[in-house]
Structures are given as C-alpha cells and as structure tokens.
C-alpha cells in the first residue's frame, strides 16, 4: 500500500528535547519522487526510500528482519482430470490405460510483507475439482 497525497509522521523524542517530523509526497519535483523529507528543529535533509528501509532492516533483530521480507503467497485449485490411453507397444496392444492428470491453476495471489501476509483472513476450500473424462 502506498501513500498518495502529503502526509507528515511525527516521530517523538523519548528524552524530550527534539521530535523528529517525516514529510512523504512533499514535492511535485520528480527528483524527490521515492523519498521522504526528515526534519528536526530548523535541519531538514532528504532521504531516499530505500536508504530508510535498509536501515530499520539493519537494526532489526532476526525476527522483525523475518516481518519484513517481501513475499508472495499464491492460493491454487487443484484440477484433476482422468485420461484413457489405448497402447501401441511396449505392454498389451490394445490396453486401455488410466493416466491421472493435475493442474494447478492460482486463484488469489498475494505480495506483501511476511509480517503482514497473515493478518488478511480468506476463506480456503481444501477440495480438489475433479473434471469429467
């Protein structure tokens, strides 16, 4: 999910003596398109997206570094349709075989955060749809 329009974070200093203001969308001016604009007091800088990310991911512990892995999680239905086959050599000619065949065909594909991909609830059928020879 992305942000559109200006928003501000204000991020609060546990000592108390300077919050820290986060501007996302400040500028129309595309070199500022993926970044964020940090300001505390009357200091201001720009910070590229990316830049902040690898930073909470570096002073992350192993566990909240797992939440914040992009994945994607693909649900599928599983077709199975039952063929005949009429053998030309190699067993009986004329033998009529059975061949089973499966498919899996993705219904709901899903990228998002590991931390987050849980958190949406989607009801899942565990049955197979069998398809008529």
């Given at each position: 999910m992305?942000m559109?329009?200006y928003?501000l974070?204000?991020l609060y200093d ?5 919050n820290i203001?986060v501007e996302?969308n400040?500028?129309?001016n595309?070199?500022?398109?993926d970044?964020?604009q940090?300001k505390?007091g009357?200091?201001?800088?720009v ?7 690898a930073?909470?991911f570096?002073?992350?512990n192993?566990d ?5 892995v992009?994945?994607t ?6 077709y199975?349709?039952f063929?005949?086959?009429?053998a ?7 033998q009529l ?5 499966e ?5 709901t594909?899903?990228n ?9 609830t989607?009801e899942?059928s ?5 398809l008529?020879?």
């Amino acid at each position: 999910m992305s942000m559109t329009g200006y928003n501000l974070a204000r991020l609060y200093d546990l000592k108390g003596k300077r919050n820290i203001d986060v501007e996302v969308n400040f500028s129309e001016n595309p070199d500022f398109k993926d970044t964020l604009q940090v300001k505390m007091g009357s200091e201001e800088a720009v910070i590229p997206i990316k830049e902040l990310y690898a930073l909470v991911f570096a002073v992350a512990n192993q566990d909240q570094q797992a939440d914040l892995v992009p994945v994607t999680q693909t649900e599928v239905v599983k077709y199975l349709k039952f063929h005949t086959v009429k053998a030309k050599t190699d067993i009986k000619k004329d033998q009529l075989i059975k061949v089973r065949c499966e498919i899996n065909v993705p219904t709901t594909v899903v990228n998002a955060l590991n931390g987050s991909i849980g958190k949406t609830t989607m009801e899942k059928s565990k049955h197979s749809i069998i398809l008529p020879a």
